[in-house]
């Protein structure tokens, strides 16, 4: 904590963000002879062999980030960490943490494909989402699925209903909904009373009571999930704290699990957030998780999402206009809302940061924008940069809930999206070409 530096400040109602200082807190990025580099390879290289708007994700970043959770949790056994497929579903980036033992948690039958598709394993795989449906219940069954995290009490008729017809027995954990404040955006926030997530903490012992009473369902867990990019790490250990007393009461009754699972939501630093460390997220839990598997033989399970995959890639984009009027600059760029939708949907202020530096070119406010047909389609607003046409710019922390939410609204192509390894980049999915956009579709 006392090493952290901020990286921008408000200059006139401007942002200006120091690159070099942004850069040297984001490990694998760096500046080599003022330019931008993604494990040692050139942000003007790829542009040039790839194009833009181009993501591209560090593997040595996101599997460093996963073993940060692996050995922070390391004094507790049967440790399962279960990457948030939603956050980044590239075939490639699962495959690297499926590699490296990862477990997943996905919310779509769709994710699970992906899942078995990268060589995962779904016995590793928990099964979030508040809709699923039989026939999503019968696909993750078939496909071995290690666990559901069960968000209604209708969904366990349902699923020792589907359960049944194929002679199984289905593995469940509740996700309790514990009511604490996660303290982010109301959007990315899942914890409490008014959110659609989970089971009311009040109703999960009668929940659990009835789930005891399905021949088909075989009770493993409790889970909980309250909210994405959290700094503090107060409101995971209120969780925990709920969720302990419904353990407590749950051993009286009877009912004994085999694990506990405390979701995603670890926040990461995008610009200026100073969030809780993996180490320090886990220093924080770790004495009540010890003390909770010497009584009950709890396991763990995490389902961090974002924390992996967020600060491991960029969205690399072009400046194709610049526009500047009396009263706003913009900077038109080849990325937009369609490719890079956080900003538009969860008003995220990301980094963008030029790929050549140089710190004597004079600055000015602007808008860096997209070229789609809505207001709230800009990357950063209010922007102090020295951009030209033609010059590229990297939007850091874009390697989670960017791609995986880029749409092909205003019939755009979806980018193409680059590996990054020790030196080396492989394209590990291609630009999509116009007949793409309209695949499926007849006149
Ligand atoms: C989105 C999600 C996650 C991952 O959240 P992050 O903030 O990306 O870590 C984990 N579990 C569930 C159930 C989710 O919906």
Redesign the pocket.
Known sequence: MTSFKPASRLIDGALHINSTALIDALPHLTYQDDVLHIDGVSAQELRAQYGTPLYVYSQNALLDNYHAYVSAFSALKDVQVCY?V??NSNLAVLSALAKAGSGF?I?SVGELARVIKAGGDATKTVY??VGKTAQDIKTALDAGIGCF?VEAVSELDLINDVAAALNKKARIAL?INPDVDAKTHPY?S?GMKDNKFGIAHDEAIAAYQHASTLAHLEIVGIDC?I???LTEVQPFVDALNKLIELIDTLANLGITLKHVDL????GVRYIDENPASVREFADALLPKLQDLQARYGLGLHL?????IAANAGVLLTSVDVLKPTAHKNFAIVDASMSELLRPALYESVMAIVPAKLDNNAPTKAWDVVGSVCESSDFLGKERLLSVAVGDLLAVTGAG??GFSMASNYNSRQRPAEVMTANGTHRQIRARETLEDLWRGESV
Not at 263 to 266: E, H, Y
């Open positions: 948030a939603k956050a948690d919310v979030s989402g995290n996700r990315i899942t999930h909210g994405s990019q979701g995603g939501g670890l389902e961090p999402g974002r924390n989670a809930y």
